[in-house]
């Protein structure tokens, strides 16, 4: 079985992201970067595949500037076998997204596609979805178990009011929620293995489709903060303020 | 202006979300039809139909949509989409499940958790967890959007009675099955709907001491949370999980113990009315967006909250 899993170049999860004074953006000087973590769960699944013998072949793929190569680079090292640079300066939306990855689809084959859930920049938690309909294909988002048996995988999907089993028929597209797994460390062996692992570097332009815009953003604000609050000594004196200040008790 | 709203439903009871999401529905203006898929739905469709302001109720009952998978339902919405100019669904984890796919279907984009309508074109949603607002505009012949509930209040029930349309059409899910459900039941309210929520972090130290916070709870009728980091080190279950990629929650009070504040968590609860700290570490970030800090062992604060209350 041949996996195709699509990872995305975010900002690192433990920066707070500064809004630029002129609101048409945020403010990424010096921003440090890094494989979008639901991502990296999803590359996880894929080679722990591999390694369990269901998966034969692990190929990662990003959408992006050359940047996105150092993202390429972390899968790689992480067990992930070819990468394929989709390479394009436009703000890419998630159905720009599913439709290039749906072409890839089309060229690999693969019978199972992961993606993250959501990437925690734009936090839309669409591509999956979306690209199962363009490719006519069974979907299971959010999902903390995955096995495989035959032509058919058995899922664990997280919902609301707490867990829903499903059996998809392959070919499948499934995202990663958190507690899919927990991503390994690479080693620096496998760094420096990874760093001859073949990139291949594509045109996004070159798939004949219409890669621009659709969502116009109007401004980027800043939420507004909340008044510091006061420290109370001790749980009486908090269960005070909350009754006779607060009244919420 | 023509608006249809996706029902969430829970087979006997109408999902509180889908109040919200009509709401802001009615923001937009015009017309808003409501669509319900599933079995044995009559009761709930009874209960939409007494909404206020609805127009039309579509309601497609066959055992085909028991389960209200995302394969066939969104080919029972995709050709109803051409008589709308919007159409919303609750940005719960079926909402979302969903509406991506219709989009992709439809060949539009789609909007992820909206939380202001400033026009029919034009919305508010976070970005960045929240750390930055998006002032969005589109121009497309459908637009789809999830909505985040706890930005709009719900609509009431009144003595509507909305025009009942059946739907016929059955699409068969030719690919994906149904196995099986383990949802919690939990005697508490429902995380998202409740007016007090009590979470708990890494500092809880363990699964068995969240018994800690059900005390607590069970005095203020709260429903109990977790952070990221508590899900993660297996303290919690996952649909405790409060946070920018669990639930979004806004109470009335909102009660943080032994929580940091890791830029995920602030971006699923800080739109709470009243937010109380309770953490050892006086450092802590969540104490920047408190209203109320405590700084203690909270293996000596809970038990006593837990009399005083």
Known sequence: ?249 | MSILVIVEHQQQTLDPATLSTITAAQQIGGKIDLLICGENISSVANQAAKIEGINQLLVAEHACYKDQLAENTCKLLFPLAENYTHIFAAATTWGKNLLPRLAALLDVPQLSEIIQVIDANTFVRPIYAGNALATVQLEETTILATVRTTAFDAVQFGDNQAVTVDLDDVYENDFSRFIADDLSNSERPELTAACIVISGGRGMGSGDNFSLLNNVADKLGAAVGASRAAVDAGFAANDMQVGQTGKIVAPELYIAVGISGAIQHLAGMKDSKVIVAINQDPDAPIFQVADYGLVSDLFESLPQLEQLL
């Open chain 1, 1 to 249: 079985m041949k996996i195709l899993v699509a990872v995305k170049r975010v900002v690192d999860a433990n920066i707070k992201v500064r809004v630029l004074a002129d609101e048409t953006g945020i403010d990424m000087n010096d921003t440090k970067m890094a494989l979008n973590p639901f991502c990296e769960i999803a590359v996880e699944e894929a080679i722990r595949l591999k390694e369990s013998g269901s998966a034969s072949e692990v190929i990662v793929v990003s959408i992006g500037t050359e940047k996105s190569q150092e993202q390429l680079r972390t899968a790689l090292a992480l067990g992930a076998d070819r990468a394929i640079l989709l390479q394009t300066n436009e703000i890419m939306e998630p159905l720009s997204v599913a439709k290039l990855l749906a072409k890839l689809v089309q060229e690999e084959q693969p019978e199972l596609v992961i993606l993250g859930k959501q990437s925690i920049d734009s936090d839309n938690n669409q591509t999956a979805q979306m690209l199962a309909a363009l490719t006519g294909r069974p979907q299971g988002t959010f999902i903390s178990q995955l096995s495989v048996d035959d032509c058919e995988i058995h899922i664990t999907r997280e919902v609301d009011n707490g867990l829903q089993k499903l059996s998809l028929q392959l070919p499948a597209v499934v995202s990663a929620d958190l507690r899919l797994n927990e991503p390994r460390f690479a080693s620096l062996p496998s760094i420096m293995k990874a760093k001859r692992k073949p990139i291949d570097r594509r045109s996004a332009e070159d798939f004949g489709i219409d890669l621009s815009p659709r969502i116009k953003h109007l401004k980027i604000t800043t939420p507004e903060e909340r008044k510091s609050g006061q420290l109370v000594t001790s749980v009486t004196e908090l269960v005070a303020k909350l009754k006779l200040e607060a009244e919420v008790i």
